[in-house]
């Protein structure tokens, strides 16, 4: 029998480890091109049960082809990162028939959302947070469940034929969004990822980002008749089993009234979350969430000084939220700090230089560099000279993130870009600064 390596022992194998073992079979060991996580032993997956001493050695692609010479190599990689890796294995001399892919996957367009992530906004619903992305609205302004699953009826329709376009090079709804690309992804589309904001709970958030593409209800509160919860429990029932993370955005968790029973239908469901808050109150049910192996804490803090903390956040609010981070590392979860780069406000040597020591000092999981989305900087009149998501970045921005993203590197922070916020040509300068997501 030809012996099986797993090529890639990040989250994605974590996730799927013990369903791919019962319909592909044991692999002999994994190998990955990070050498951090070599001589380690592959364990930490739900539902594991392996016949290899409780786990698979980790080793790297030559070590493992070098023991195993009659080898299939199988890749454990999220389907967006198929096609590159597939290169690369290439490139290093691997023969294509021997390259397998654990996922059951296609060759066409797609990106890493589509056909797996949806999202509900105040009025709409939509495949992706992109400005490309197809907005599907809501018949009645102010929605109700039977809005809410009419909607997600026609975002069933759109999916489908958008991703029967997919498959030839017909016009589609996503052909100027720069994140569209040839590659391999799953021939089935299961929405596993759910982003339903805050906004349908009437919120105030505590908070006035500058950039707040929100600002509409975050401000001002909104006369939706479903709550987080309510909506949860109807993307639950439409989406079942399939779903796995859930992303709380667009609004603060932490001061929604019935922030209580969404947390806990997250805890009781077992999804994995992203919590994105801005800390301003540090609350226990989140803390439990960020304990579980794949959730995270998102907080935008935009700032390494109380002064452009207060300047960009609205609130003189610094030292809470660094001390309510503190609180959340204790959980040793995983916190992503994003720093939303704002000409003239936040784009100086001492608060990159003072958010990364604060990201170093919480151990961070990850951090993200973006910009502030075209929606959110119309709603505000006090950034002198707005960019927003269509514009090009300036030789000054650029010049900016590459110093940031030196920093991180100098320091050993692992840093990405949020790629749907830069128009095409940027993504490729921003590639060759650092990782996309
Ligand atoms: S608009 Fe872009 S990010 Fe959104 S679903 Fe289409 S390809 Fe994906
Ligand atoms: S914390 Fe979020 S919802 Fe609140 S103002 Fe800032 S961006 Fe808007």
Redesign the pocket.
């Known amino acids: 029998m030809t012996n099986k390596i797993f090529y890639g022992a990040g989250d994605n194998a974590r996730k799927n480890l013990a369903r791919w073992i019962k319909e592909i079979g044991e692999p002999v060991c994994f190998a990955d091109m990070d050498s951090r996580k070599r001589g380690k032993c592959f364990s930490d997956s739900p539902g594991l049960e392996t016949s290899r001493g409780g786990g698979y050695e980790v080793t790297s692609l030559a070590d493992a082809i070098d023991r195993y010479p009659d080898y299939e190599l199988w890749l454990t990689l999220a389907p967006v990162n198929l096609l590159s890796a597939t290169e690369q294995l290439i490139e290093r001399g691997v023969p294509k028939e021997r390259i397998r892919y654990c996922e059951d996957v296609e060759y066409r367009?797609?990106?890493?959302?589509?056909g797996e992530?949806i999202f509900l906004t105040v009025d709409s619903i939509?495949?992706?947070?992109?400005q490309?992305?197809?907005v599907i609205p809501y018949a009645d302004k102010v929605h109700s469940e039977e809005s809410v699953r009419h909607c997600i009826g026609e975002f069933r329709q759109w999916l489908n034929k958008?991703l029967a376009l997919m498959r030839t090079d017909a016009e589609?709804?996503?052909d100027?969004?720069?994140?569209?690309?040839w590659g391999y992804y799953s021939k089935t589309s299961s929405i596993k990822l759910l982003n339903a904001g805050s906004g349908f709970a009437n919120t105030i958030c505590n908070c006035r980002c500058i950039y707040c593409s929100q600002s509409e209800t975050a401000f001002k509160g909104s006369d939706q008749i479903l709550d987080g919860y309510e909506i949860h429990c109807i993307l639950s029932d439409e989406f079942g089993a399939a779903i796995e993370f859930v992303c709380l955005t667009d609004g603060e968790i932490t001061v929604l009234p019935h922030r209580d029973k969404l947390l806990n239908l997250i805890i009781e469901k077992g999804w994995s979350a992203m919590v994105a808050t801005n800390a301003l109150l540090y609350n226990d049910d989140v803390a439990a969430i960020l304990s579980t192996q794949f959730s995270v804490l998102n907080v935008s803090l935009d700032a390494g000084t109380a002064e452009t903390y207060h300047k960009v956040k609205g609130v003189n609010a610094f030292s809470k939220v660094v001390s309510n981070l503190e609180r959340y590392a204790e959980t040793k979860g995983r916190i992503e700090l994003k720093y939303i780069l704002l000409p003239g406000l936040n784009d100086n040597f001492d608060d990159v230089n003072g958010f990364i020591k604060i990201a170093v000092s919480l151990k961070a999981y990850r951090v993200y560099l973006s910009r502030a989305s075209l929606n959110g900087l119309s709603n505000t009149a006090r950034i002198s000279e707005p960019t927003g998501s269509t514009t090009s970045i300036t030789e000054q921005e650029y010049a900016m993130y590459a110093y940031f993203v030196a920093r991180c590197k100098e320091v050993g922070l692992p840093v990405y870009y949020v790629a749907?916020f830069f128009i095409t040509s940027d993504c490729l300068r921003m590639s060759n600064l650092c990782e996309g997501i």
């Open positions: 367009r797609g990106c890493r959302l589509l992530y939509k495949p992706c947070c992109t490309y992305g197809k958008t589609t709804d996503c100027n969004c720069s994140l569209l690309k749907e």
